[in-house]
């Protein structure tokens, strides 16, 4: 039954490793771009499971139940680690849309998206 | 002095929040005129110059200052941990501070007559002030997501800025490379930071400070947080970045750059002095993790020094030279650190010639951190200079422009003696306290770092000798002296450059002895905050 | 890029202002319900989005002025940093929420325990949600505009 609760780190190590393969190994740079944002979905699941207790409830604190509101931080989810995530996911969206951006501007200098291919003047 | 005490309590978050509310007006006052909004930039950046001076002068003479934002006390009525975000002042930050100002305040001046000529131009002084924004918060912030959160400002904006000249494709690339190996290193950051806050429930460097023991998830964690913090500052393996995005950047955005790179190394010797300064900075040789940090911080060091040096002899770009000088001088200051961190675990309490040789090493290198700003920048503007006169950077069609350009030929020649360590500049002070230091704890560092030196010599003056000197060139007749700002600007930076170099004392005194003394002061850091728990 | 069908235009223009009035609920009851500035401002952008797949870029791009949207989104980080400021003039401390016991807007504390929710709480926080919020429509709906201007002149000039 304990074991249940380690499913989630699991899944983080699981997905770090696999976009950091992508990233390393693949030779397409849109390829690239999703291996990063598979290691920052692995890092935002990581910092929402840290908040996790046994047995709580939302952290909403004007429509709880009473018997919750009694033992006031005890039985509710941690939510700092919820507004970690929240400013994570963000900072993705950005770094996203630049990276996305660069890869339209290369692919009109260069015709190719090969990374092999894409050397600038290299002297 | 009401007034007076009233800024001096606020100023902390004014100096994060006039440049972002300046960054956010540029675009409104642009659509007026040009030159009001160069001048309105100046002017707000002067007026953070000046609060800067108001607050280091404060910290100076009172000791550590605490922010709190939103609040009155640092800790709430009825808690024992903070939980408000805070600003905390030592003499490390006061140090770190007046680095990138100045740096900020000579490269609006210097981009006045050199951006003149592209479009676009609202959008760079945007993201310029957006960049300096983010180093004053990286550098102020006693909060550690708070510190993560403008590291990836810092990323994005200077990611945008190096992609600045679009029509050149090798600029696109370089950003690239920028952008994917920069996001990766602070996602690893992201990932510590959240290990640290599930074993102690608390994101204020003090608190973790004062409950940290040595678990096996906190080895994990420093590991973690030096390597991300190394790769963004450009240490031996990880300085493929620094290389294309120094030299295919323009060079105003190569200037402000310097000092975003420069608040990640501050971020590392934040981590490894205050964060986890109980646990590694103890004495006696029977100590093993300050040791081996050490030992691995000086390898690096020496291995970004080869590479610097030796991989530049054979370019012939003239700005990826530079490039190359300024990645073996992030291997000096390294090296100086990891001295300092061998020197405290090697010495015993009746030997404390090591301590001794260990905290001189500190103080060479903390004031190498300001020398090499300055050196490194005046190469990068004189050869910002060049490509805006004669459109070129590579040595092999330059030639003979000493005739034309003669306040440049002289501006180069001051840096050149400065980076490699000649007496009249400043570059010797800061260089001579690193080969004394760490000649006492192993001799061959020190000569490594001094043969290194002259090599460095050596290859600026065959660059100086290929552009400036020689016959002239037929295509480059013709050539005109930049215009009036950018030689102030360069003229500013040589000045300083020249007064340090004359007086060092006054500068290692007032400014370095506080910043060593801060890092090494942990005890002080977490009791202002936790009020001697 | 060319327009979609009249099926897919028809639909899509009943659905955007119920997309809308959606998003907008969600910033505006950012400190009582799950949701805030960047939530629901990713919401009204994807409804605005959904406006621009529909109808191509280009006649997006003819009937509102981009010029006029930065400027827009100016105001929204404007108003972030404004009301920061506001609360170092009229609270004594910077980000200090000067309106939650004494000030004019959103000024009633709620008591402690289990209450119903009560719109009019928690001082400065909605005017922060709000201020987000139009940035991050105006930001995220020039992103895409743009991307998607720059690949159909390109399908435009082969």
Known sequence: MTMMYNIPFIAVVTMIFIGLYAVLFKRNLVKIVIGISIIESGVNLFLITLGYREGGVVPIFTSAPSEVVKNAPGSMVLPVPQALTLTSIVIGVAVLALMLSLIMHIYDHYGTLDVRKIRGSEE | ?533 | ?158
């Open chain 2, 1 to 533: 002095m009401n007034w007076f005490e009233l800024i001096t309590l606020h100023s902390p978050p004014l100096i994060v929040a006039v440049p972002l509310l300046t960054a956010f007006l540029t675009p409104l006052v642009s659509k007026i005129n040009d030159t009001i909004r160069n001048l309105f930039v100046l002017i707000m950046l002067g007026i953070t110059g000046l609060l800067i001076l108001i607050l280091g002068y404060d910290v100076l003479t009172n000791g550590i200052r605490v922010y709190v934002f939103g609040g009155g006390a640092p800790l709430p009525s009825g808690m024992n941990i903070p939980v408000r975000i805070m600003f905390e002042i030592d003499g490390m930050t006061i140090f770190m501070v007046i680095i990138t100002i100045i740096l900020a305040i000579i490269c609006i001046l210097y981009s006045w007559s050199f951006m003149k000529k592209e479009d676009g131009q609202d959008k760079f002084y945007t993201l310029i002030l957006l960049l300096v924004t983010s180093t004053f918060g990286m550098e102020l912030t006693g909060d550690l997501f708070n510190f993560f959160v403008f590291l990836e400002i810092s990323c994005i904006t200077s990611c945008a800025l190096i992609a600045f000249y679009v029509h050149k494709k090798e600029s696109l690339d370089a950003a690239f490379k920028y952008i994917v190996i920069s996001s990766i290193g602070a996602l690893f950051i992201l990932f510590a930071i959240g290990l640290l806050y599930a074993q102690y429930n608390a994101l204020n460097m003090a608190t973790i400070a004062n409950a940290i023991q040595f678990t096996f998830f906190d080895k994990i964690v420093l590991v973690l947080l030096i390597a991300g913090l190394a790769m963004k500052s450009g240490l031996a393996p990880m300085h493929m970045w620094l290389l294309d995005a120094y030299s295919r950047s323009p060079a105003s955005v190569t200037f402000i750059l310097i000092g975003a790179t420069l608040a990640g190394l501050y971020g590392g010797l934040r981590v490894i002095f205050t964060i986890y300064g109980n646990q590694l900075l103890n004495t006696g040789f029977t100590f093993y993790p300050g040791l081996i940090i050490g030992i691995i911080v000086t390898a690096l060091g020496v291995l970004s020094i080869f590479i610097g040096v030796f991989m530049a002899l054979k370019r012939s770009d003239f700005k990826k030279m530079i490039a190359y000088a300024a990645v073996a001088e992030i291997g000096y200051m390294f090296l100086a650190i990891g001295s300092y961190l061998i020197g405290l675990a090697l010495s015993a309490p009746d030997n404390p010639q090591m301590l001794i040789a260990g905290t001189y090493a500190l103080k060479g290198g903390l004031f190498h951190i300001l020398n090499d700003a300055l050196d490194i920048g005046l190469l990068f503007l004189v050869a910002g200079a060049v490509y805006y006169a004669t459109k070129q950077t590579s040595l092999n069609s330059l030639g003979g422009l000493a005739r034309n350009m003669k306040y440049t030929t002289i501006f180069f020649l001051i840096g050149l003696l400065a980076v490699s360590g000649m007496p009249p500049m400043n570059g010797f002070a800061s260089k001579l306290l690193i080969y004394q230091s760490t000649y006492q704890i192993s001799p061959i560092l020190s000569i490594i770092a001094i043969i290194c030196s002259i090599m460095l010599l050596a290859v600026f003056v065959k660059v100086f000798q290929s552009i400036f000197l020689g016959p002239e060139i037929p295509s480059l007749k013709d050539v005109k002296e930049v215009p009036k700002s950018m030689l102030a600007a360069m003229a500013l930076v040589a000045g300083i450059i020249i007064f340090i170099g004359l007086f060092p004392n006054i500068i290692i005194d007032n400014l370095v002895t506080p910043a060593a003394e801060a890092l090494q002061n942990t005890t002080g850091y977490i009791s202002t905050i936790l009020g001697g728990v």
């Open chain 3, 1 to 158: 890029m060319s327009q979609m069908s009249k099926i897919v235009r028809t639909q899509s223009n009943i659905i955007f202002p119920f997309i809308t009035i959606f998003g907008l609920y969600v910033i505006a009851h950012g400190h009582l319900t799950p949701g805030g500035g960047f939530q629901g401002g990713a919401v009204v952008a994807s409804g605005c989005i959904m406006l621009l797949v529909a109808y191509s870029s280009k006649w997006v791009l003819e009937k509102i002025n981009i010029n006029r949207l930065s400027v827009f989104e100016c105001f929204g980080a404007l108003g972030f940093i404004g009301t920061a400021f506001f609360g170092l003039i009229f609270g004594g401390w910077f980000f200090n929420n000067f309106l939650v016991r004494n000030g004019i807007l959103f000024n009633v504390v709620p008591e402690f325990g289990s209450t119903l929710s009560d719109f009019n709480t928690a001082g400065v926080l909605p005017l922060m949600n709000f201020a987000v919020g139009i940035k991050v429509i105006a930001g995220l709906f020039v992103i895409v505009l743009v991307m998607g201007l720059a690949s159909s002149a390109k399908e435009w000039k082969q």
